[in-house]
């Protein structure tokens, strides 16, 4: 069975300063991983996912992350936060093949501080 | 242009009633899904369709019922609300190839009272 395990419930930060979100799964065949964000009262969106190819992904707002195949993570990192990326932040994966089914870790609260 | 909507944005309601939710996407996309999520923030899948044809069932009370008249639509209905189903429930869609994308919807917030 596949698992995502997001260690950090919340992350404070101040604004401008970098920030790190983790992200380990766990699965015995190849997967794709996701990153998604939510604001306050919205949907998820997308802002980058792995496929295959570089292991460095870049996605939207600046955020990029990078996917490490022997210790199992695909952490997120933006150089620079604004107040703006204050959000609730989903790491995913779902399987190369076979079910459509998206695994979505418990969620990484980012609060940035001015 | 929304690509995913859910009606209605809220929902208030007393324990025991039927209600339902609808979602309707504008994206061309085959495959629609229901997750909940609780205040906690945790998100889980509850259904998925493809092509009108269930093919995502999770553990979930029979009390919820999806229906997908056509591959742009799928509504959820709920019979018997109890406290627990207090929830946001999102609506999302896909192409069915693994690594696509899903696009939610802005989620339908739940209140069972």
């Known amino acids: 069975a596949q698992s995502v395990t997001q260690l950090d419930s919340q992350v404070p930060v101040f604004e401008e300063a970098p920030v790190e979100l983790r992200c380990n799964y766990s699965?015995?065949?190849?997967?794709?991983l996701f990153w998604y964000v939510q604001y306050p009262n919205q949907g998820l969106q997308l802002l980058l996912k792995?496929?295959?190819?570089?292991?460095l992904v870049k996605g939207i707002n600046g955020f990029e992350a990078e996917f490490n195949k022997s210790q199992t993570s695909f952490h997120l990192r933006k150089p620079s936060v604004h107040i703006s990326d204050t959000a609730e932040y989903f790491c995913?994966?779902?399987?190369?093949?076979?079910?459509?089914?998206?695994?979505f870790g418990t969620g990484t609260r980012l609060k940035v501080l001015a | 242009d929304t690509a995913v909507s859910q009606t209605p944005k809220y929902l208030v309601t007393q324990m025991g009633n039927d209600k339902s939710i609808k979602c309707e996407q504008n994206?061309?996309?085959?495959?629609m899904y229901w997750y909940k999520q609780d205040s906690k923030k945790f998100l889980k899948i509850m259904f998925s369709?493809?092509?009108?044809?269930?093919?995502i069932n999770e553990t979930v009370p029979n009390r919820f019922s999806p229906k997908s008249p056509d591959k742009a639509h799928l509504n959820l209905h709920i019979n018997s609300l109890e406290l627990g189903d207090s929830a946001v429930y999102f609506c999302?869609?896909?192409?069915?190839?693994?690594?696509?994308?899903?696009?939610f919807g802005p989620g339908t917030r739940l209140l069972v009272l």
């Open positions: 699965s015995s065949v190849s997967v794709y």
């Open positions: 999302a869609s896909s192409q069915m190839a693994s690594g696509e994308t899903q696009y």
């Open positions: 994206l061309g996309h085959d495959t």
């Open positions: 369709y493809n092509n009108k044809e269930l093919i």
């Open positions: 792995y496929l295959s190819g570089s292991t």
């Open positions: 995913a994966v779902i399987l190369k093949s076979g079910t459509y089914k998206y695994i």
